[in-house]
């Protein structure tokens, strides 16, 4: 008989882990014990067996929702166990574990929840060791009730027993609980309590009916919800919000009623229905049954944002609507989604709150992910609730130190290397918004305490020298005496989906196309048409679009029309561009064009300058509002012509003298002709995927990879695929979204494969 020590590292916490591993053991007659730590789940047993059978059993039969990135065997000094036990949680070890992300309700508990037998029936706060808050409820490691905001709720006997019985599902479920030891429910009207333990389901029923707003707690926040299908509701909620066109997700009661308003593939059917439970972009049936306002709910665009009640209490209220609602973070308009309970400020955006008395220690909001209509591609678009904050790739050999990563600005989050694992925050937001600051800054904080205050060794920050993340970068580096670095914007894109790919060791030279609307290049300019490569540990930026006047600062990506100035102005020559503009603002604005300094080659501008000749979008109310409807434009020609009829403003394999100026040149040939728009929006996708492909081959790269906010676009994603794939190995992100969420990963990867 010999005593083994077994170490496993990963989303190991919160799972089932320790019940599975105490049933594993049991079955096979062994003795030892297992515990939580902070370093991941220790077990020491007693056994004659092959260990080697016995690891790979464990491991090949591990929960569902555990993530293995590490098992260590040790054999140790004899010791003789009596029994299998699960030992207390030790917490005085440095954290060397992953998060786990917070899970949308399992099968099991809804069959629960649906069960008029069941202990549990109807009760909103229903979880297993399967499902339910992880993340969003954690105040320390290891994940264990008495560190979480579970700890005030007593279990009563029944819930006791299940917990302690280790055939039970609940076996360690450290957020059980029933209608005899609950989470209450709580119903404001405005600031005033009108019922504690509320469980009048009906009543907020007719209350949507009656086209009333109500602020319903989730797992990372507050929604706003209304009736999705009455449009003075809706209209209410956007005035509310200062919200006057950016879409609206919306939560169904089933995946059938669902599948009546929108085209839906396989892939996008998984997703919904997943333990992430994310808001999937889907396309607009013409024909669609249920009355929801889409010009209202999604104004001018062709896809909705659609998910499923992922919480018992969403679950319970729709399945007796039984039709959509509005689900959207409740706060004003690029604040962060109110979490706390504070019910003044939720009385200001809503008709009644449905609260309860579980604390939320950190916010999240929905994450957004978004399928390729022909080749399934899938791109996640927001990284949040379910899919941070943990980040594996075992592929990556990361070293001992600790780093932290600061991100961007627009997209902001973080990346924090430390024992050898990497951590990725959820989306934070717009940190040019006070609060969105404030946000970042305690998140910030909760991780760092989380990991028992490291010291990190390196901080890195954007060039951008106004972006809060790098000044607060710096602040943090300067109050703490450690090492800051600097890493151009978009080199960082590049490397995140070098990193993600598990191509920085690769011998190969590698193209990377790095599209979006703005970042402070090498040279002191705003680049966003970027070609670079990579090679042995070398970076080089080997192409770019044409450079164009970048004028009036914020201004210039709010007014798509000033895009469409900067790269089609021509002396007495721009009738469709100087319309626009009032005679004043054009001889403002044209002499601004002519001394400008500051030069841009911006992707995102050239879509906003696209739509505003084509669709006359001047003026945007959301970052990418005008890009979108162009995308839809494309869309709807791509659908029409059964996405057969490709044509190109690129007649031979040769690039212009001036990519912009050509584009808007033949772009405005079209209209005169009398082109449809749709048409020219799609031609115009179809020309920038052909661009790509002749820069691509041009610059003789087997390998490309695609990074920045311009490729969440879904045709041209598909367009690439079709022109690139038979010639070229193509990479896009996975698992990250192709936004400035992914540079806080990208710079980590600069910073650790860089050699130059």
């Not at 009640?309 to 004003?332: E, G, H, R």
């Not at 899938?378 to 990556?396: C, E, F, K, M, Q």
């Not at 990377?512 to 080089?540: A, C, Q, R, S």
Request: hydrophobic fraction near 35%.
């Amino acid at each position: 008989m010999k005593t083994y020590q077994i170490q496993i590292k990963g989303i190991v916490q919160g799972v089932g882990f320790r019940p599975y591993v105490y049933k594993f053991f049991k079955s096979k007659n062994i003795n030892g014990w297992v515990n939580n730590t902070s370093n991941g789940v220790f077990i020491q047993i007693n056994t004659k067996k092959d260990i080697s059978l016995l690891k790979n059993q464990l491991i090949n039969n591990a929960p569902k929702l555990s993530v293995i990135t590490e098992v260590t065997i040790t054999k140790i000094d004899d010791v003789k166990f009596d029994d299998f036990t699960i030992h207390s949680s030790d917490n005085n070890q440095t954290t060397q574990l992953l998060l786990t992300p917070d899970f949308s309700i399992c099968k099991d508990c809804i069959d629960e929840l649906e069960n008029p037998k069941n202990k549990r029936y109807q009760y909103p706060f229903i979880t297993c060791t399967n499902c339910g808050p992880r993340f969003s409820i954690i105040k320390e490691l290891p994940y264990d009730r008495e560190t979480t905001t579970m700890h005030n709720f007593i279990m009563c006997n029944s819930c006791k027993k299940e917990y302690t019985n280790p055939l039970d599902r609940r076996y360690y479920s450290q957020t059980n609980s029933c209608n005899n030891c609950k989470i209450n429910l709580l119903l404001y009207k405005k600031e005033k309590l009108l019922q504690k333990g509320f469980l009048d389901f009906d009543f907020i029923i007719d209350q949507w009916n009656k086209g009333k707003i109500i602020a319903i707690k989730g797992i990372g926040g507050y929604l706003l919800t209304c009736d999705a299908t009455n449009t003075e509701s809706i209209k209410r909620l956007r005035k509310i919000k200062n919200r006057p066109s950016k879409p609206f997700a919306l939560m169904y009661h089933d995946i059938y009623e669902l599948g009546e308003d929108v085209e839906m593939g396989i892939g996008e059917k998984l997703e919904l229905e997943s333990v992430v439970s994310p808001i999937v972009l889907l396309s607009i049936k013409s024909d669609r049954m249920t009355p929801i306002d889409v010009e209202v709910i999604a104004p001018k665009l062709n896809i909705l944002g659609v998910m499923m009640p992922y919480t018992p209490l969403f679950k319970l209220l729709l399945d007796k609507l039984k039709k959509p609602i509005v689900a959207t973070s409740a706060n004003i308009s690029n604040d962060t989604i109110i979490y706390k309970d504070d019910i003044n400020k939720l009385s200001k955006i809503s008709d009644f709150i449905l609260s309860n008395n579980r604390e939320i220690v950190i916010p999240q909001d929905d994450s957004v992910v978004r399928y390729s209509s022909i080749k399934s591609y899938r791109t996640v678009i927001r990284r949040s609730r379910g899919l941070a904050p943990s980040y594996i790739n075992p592929n990556l050999l990361l070293p001992k130190e600790s780093v932290l990563a600061m991100g961007a600005m627009l997209k902001s989050n973080f990346s924090i290397l430390h024992n050898e694992n990497i951590h990725i925050s959820q989306y934070l937001g717009n940190t040019t918004s006070f609060e969105v600051e404030n946000n970042y800054k305690n998140t910030l904080n909760h991780f760092v305490k989380l990991f028992k205050n490291p010291k990190f060794d390196k901080i890195l920050v954007d060039k951008h020298s106004n972006y809060f993340t790098t000044q607060y970068g710096k602040e943090l580096a300067s109050k703490y005496n450690i090492d800051v670095i600097e890493i151009q914007h978009h080199k960082a894109h590049f490397f995140s989906v070098l990193g993600e790919n598990n191509l920085l060791d690769d011998n190969e030279k590698i193209l990377g196309v790095i599209f979006d609307g703005t970042g402070l290049g090498d040279d002191g300019n705003i680049w966003g048409g970027e070609f670079f490569t990579y090679h042995k540990g070398k970076t080089e930026r080997v192409y770019h679009l044409d450079e164009f006047p970048f004028i009036l600062g914020d201004k210039m990506p709010k007014e798509p029309r000033i895009s469409a100035l900067t790269m089609g102005f021509k002396e007495n020559d721009n009738s469709i561009i100087k319309n626009k503009f009032s005679e004043t603002e054009w001889k403002i604005y044209t002499k601004l064009l002519k001394s400008a300094q500051l030069k841009s080659t911006s992707v995102g501008r050239l879509y906003d300058a696209v739509a505003s000749i084509v669709l006359n979008i001047n003026k945007q109310s959301y970052e990418g509002e005008a890009a979108m409807q162009l995308e839809s434009a494309a869309y709807r020609y791509f659908r029409k012509n059964n996405f057969t009829k490709y044509y190109s403003y690129f007649k031979e394999e040769r690039l212009p003298d001036n990519f912009y100026l050509f584009i808007i040149e033949n772009i405005i040939i079209d209209l005169e002709k009398g082109f449809h728009q749709d048409f020219i929006a799609a031609k115009f996708h179809i020309s920038l995927a052909h661009y790509i492909y002749i820069v691509a081959k041009n610059q003789e790269c087997k390998k490309v990879c695609f990074s920045g906010g311009v490729f969440q676009n879904q045709w041209l994603v598909e367009l690439i695929l079709s022109f690139m794939k038979s010639d070229f190995d193509l990479y896009f992100h996975k698992e990250l979204s192709p936004n400035d969420e992914n540079i806080s990963f990208g710079q980590l990867m600069y910073y650790l494969y860089i050699k130059e």
